[in-house]
């Protein structure tokens, strides 16, 4: 398998049209070695509730889907964690517009993986959470989406 720099891998994440997600994310920053990434995300008024916020259920996924990701891109989108569980934190009200969401590999073990983010809206924190997940092997179609690159 070929093997790609971070920003090979930023690169190719956001131009495949095989990776967008019910989020209009994109990947701005990404540290294989440390087992770190960072999205933008573009949030639609559309998923707001009446009072203008965004619903609390969509943001856990953001947090969720920046988590797995940070995963995901270190093992070079051989493997990949579905949840077991999470825990979000809604620190402040999140608005429709931009939004940043960091990711981070606390601990990676043989059969399970310990990860926590945030998401940043105005320069502070809106969202905390933290996740554990089993490590599975990404399905054949998703891998060899990069190998053929």
């Known amino acids: 398998m070929t093997e790609f720099t971070d920003q090979q891998l930023i690169e190719l994440y956001n131009k ?4 967008q997600s019910l989020y209009e994310m994109r990947c701005i920053d990404l540290n294989t070695k440390i087992g770190t990434i960072q999205f933008e995300f573009d949030i639609n008024k559309k998923y707001c509730n009446p009072t ?8 856990s996924g953001m947090i969720d889907d920046t988590m797995a990701l940070a ?9 990949r964690p579905p949840t077991i569980e999470i825990k979000t934190n809604f620190l402040y009200p999140t608005k429709a517009g931009k939004a940043y969401g960091y990711g981070r590999i606390v601990k990676s073990g043989k059969n399970l993986v310990f990860l926590e983010g945030h998401l940043k809206q105005d320069d502070r924190i809106v969202v905390t959470a933290t996740s554990t ?17």
Request: glycine share 8%; net charge positive.
């Open 133 to 149: 997940a089993v490590i599975v092997d990404m399905p054949i179609t998703r891998a060899s989406i990069l190998s053929k690159k």
């Open 71 to 79: 995963f995901i891109f270190k093992t070079h989108f051989t493997k």
């Open 16 to 19: 495949n049209e095989n990776f």
């Open 52 to 59: 203008g916020d965004v619903q609390g259920g969509l943001l």
